[in-house]
């Protein structure tokens, strides 16, 4: 059974950089089957895609977002991680990664989300 | 961008009723339309991929059709534990979206 588990900071000071990862275990990241994306969930609201990476490498951002993020992929550790910098209060939410299937694009499997919040 | 539109954005029904939520894009996505639930605190749930086809494990009172703009999610006959909110994503293009939501709630 593929699970993935999101971690880092819960609390992230305005201005600095928010770094999340994404461990995934019981299947290979490597695989050319899918892709590996961060979606995020403010309080009370809807869904946001930030991004995803190919195992490849390739990436795609939202351009809402894509001066500001970076996601890459390790791997050798299972690992895909997610860096927002410059944050402010806005981008306090839930934020989860996903696994995408390449062909379709819908997401089967989903972290159970890390709540990150920007505050000093 | 493509932009999803969901309607309504609450429903209120009963146990047993027949319930249908649609989604709409801004352009056409082809059949590349996915249904998520989701339950307070809870991570999303893949209902139906590629606009009609039922994840393993969903039960098949969930059904979605449309291609093109025009999408729906119909829940057969409502279950206590189908009371959640429900989201389309697109998956034609990046940045793929979501629509903003339906929260199924008791009457």
């Known amino acids: 059974q593929v699970q993935l588990q999101e971690s880092g900071p819960g609390l992230v000071k305005p201005s600095q950089t928010l770094s999340l990862t994404c461990t995934v275990s019981g299947g290979s990241i490597s695989s050319g089957s899918y892709y590996w994306s961060w979606i995020r969930q403010p309080a009370g609201k809807g869904l946001e895609w930030i991004g995803r990476?190919?195992?490849?490498?390739?990436?795609n951002y939202n351009p809402s977002l894509k001066s500001r993020v970076t996601i890459s992929v390790d791997t050798s550790k299972n690992q895909f991680s997610l860096k927002l910098s410059s944050v402010t209060a806005a981008d306090t939410a839930v934020y989860y990664c996903?696994?995408?299937?390449?062909?379709?694009?819908?997401?089967?499997?989903w972290g159970q989300g890390t709540l990150v919040t920007v505050s000093s | 961008d493509i932009q999803m539109t969901q309607s309504p954005s609450s429903l209120s029904a009963s146990v047993g009723d027949r319930v249908t939520i649609t989604c709409r894009a801004s352009q056409s996505i082809s059949s590349y339309l996915n249904w998520y639930q989701q339950k307070p605190g809870k991570a999303p749930k893949l209902l139906i991929y590629?606009?009609?086809s039922l994840q393993s494990g969903v039960p098949s009172r969930f059904s979605g059709s449309g291609s093109g703009t025009d999408f729906t999610l119909t829940i057969s006959s409502l279950q206590p534990e189908d009371f959640a909110t429900y989201y389309c994503?697109?998956?034609?293009?990046?940045?793929?979206?979501f629509g903003q939501g339906t929260k199924l709630e008791i009457k």
């Open positions: 990476i190919y195992t490849s490498g390739s990436t």
């Open positions: 590629a606009a009609s």
């Open positions: 994503q697109q998956s034609y293009s990046t940045p793929q979206s």
């Open positions: 996903a696994r995408g299937i390449v062909l379709t694009g819908y997401y089967d499997y």
